[in-house]
């Protein structure tokens, strides 16, 4: 029976800066984790929205051949009184046909988007399509925004987070690779039994303890080019976290600008379509006189058909831009910090200032 044991002294850092780079490392896969559900809530709004724009556009479609319909067949009752041309019919149902085959087309893409959603939270693809069977509303974004400033942006990406604190890892292996230029002590001893009989008479008793030192004395070569090759890592680790800053800052910005102008481009639309509705009814009441040609009315619901799928994209495109703006400023969590890790990560940023 036996009980071994050993102690080194950490005089010149190397446990303590073992300790910080394995810490950093297990923060940075923390970071990695909060990025991917970043990623993830953003993509299950995004095929959120993809699906109530696509039904707000084949509701409008749907609208338009209900209207194109009824033009069709006041067409055809005036080409049956002898009052109009059978070109009209002809271009009636041109119209209307053109406009029929754009439903195929918009709801395969909301089969493959409610399919997407159904993929996105893990369950079969088909798993959502009766919850949202039923047509909704595209998700309003609020009429004022919050964007942080840039500091606090650095703070709340967790993919900045992530870089920082590899960075901060990498740091540490410099002192890791530091400390074996210098002597390592241990002290260790033992204490035991042993006997072939008797194992527990005085006689059996055994112990021992002292010091030992380990030195690479004529190693030294190889550890300072160790050390030349994480001080190497640890620039290129730094080059990389700047490039996550630098690319984050773009993301928002461009989010910030696809925002702002598509809001504009929703206001003229709406606009458009307003006017477009009066002039379908004015124009047919005009065709119905007599005072305007089917031409007229062709053109008039086509635009406003067109003026129609238009806002409905635009109004998905301007929450889908917000989507990606929340997700540029790293989403809506709550970092949890502790106080060990502030006190980790004060002492990884000093490193990094050393370094810098």
């Not at 039994?193 to 004529?218: I, Q, T, V």
């Not at 160790?226 to 996550?244: C, F, K, N, S």
Request: with cysteine; proline share 3%.
């Amino acid at each position: 029976l036996g009980l071994d044991s050993s102690w080194e002294p950490d005089f010149w850092g190397r446990i303590r800066r073992s300790v910080e780079s394995a810490e950093a490392g297990y923060h940075a896969s923390v970071e990695n984790y909060r990025d991917v559900m970043v990623r993830v809530c953003a993509e299950v709004a995004s095929a959120y929205t993809d699906v109530r724009t696509l039904q707000d556009r084949i509701r409008f479609a749907q609208s338009n051949i209900k209207a194109q319909r009824e033009s069709l067949r006041i067409t055809k009752a005036r080409v049956e009184a002898g009052i109009a041309p059978e070109l009209d019919v002809r271009q009636a149902e041109m119209n209307l046909a053109r406009t029929e085959s754009v439903l195929p087309t918009l709801k395969s893409a909301l089969a493959q988007s409610v399919n997407r959603m159904g993929i996105l939270i893990g369950k079969e693809p088909e798993a959502l399509h009766g919850e949202l069977a039923a047509s909704g509303s595209i998700p309003k974004p609020p009429k004022e925004i919050l964007v942080p400033i840039p500091a606090n942006l650095l703070r709340q990406r967790p993919d900045i987070r992530q870089a920082e604190r590899e960075l901060a890892a990498q740091t540490a292996r410099i002192g890791i690779a530091t400390a074996a230029l210098y002597p390592t002590f241990t002290l260790s001893g033992s204490i035991g039994l042993e006997a072939g009989s008797g194992l527990f008479d005085a006689a059996s008793r055994y112990w021992s303890f002292g010091p030992s030192l380990r030195w690479n004395l004529f190693d030294g070569g190889r550890v300072r080019s160790q050390i030349q090759a994480e001080e190497a890592r640890t620039v290129q680790a730094l080059a990389a976290y700047e490039q996550t800053v630098l690319s984050a800052l773009e993301d928002v910005e461009n989010s910030l600008a696809a925002y702002a102008n598509e809001s504009i481009r929703l206001d003229t639309l709406k606009r458009s379509v307003a006017a477009a509705r009066k002039s379908v009814t004015l124009v047919q009441s005009l065709y119905k006189t007599g005072l305007a040609d089917f031409q007229n009315v062709l053109d008039t619901e086509r635009t406003l058909f067109e003026q129609q799928d238009a806002l409905a994209a635009s109004q998905g495109q301007v929450t889908q831009n917000l989507i990606r703006l929340y997700k540029a400023i790293g989403g809506g969590w709550k970092a949890d910090f502790s106080a060990e890790r502030e006190k980790s990560g004060k002492r990884s940023e000093e490193h990094t200032s050393e370094l810098q």
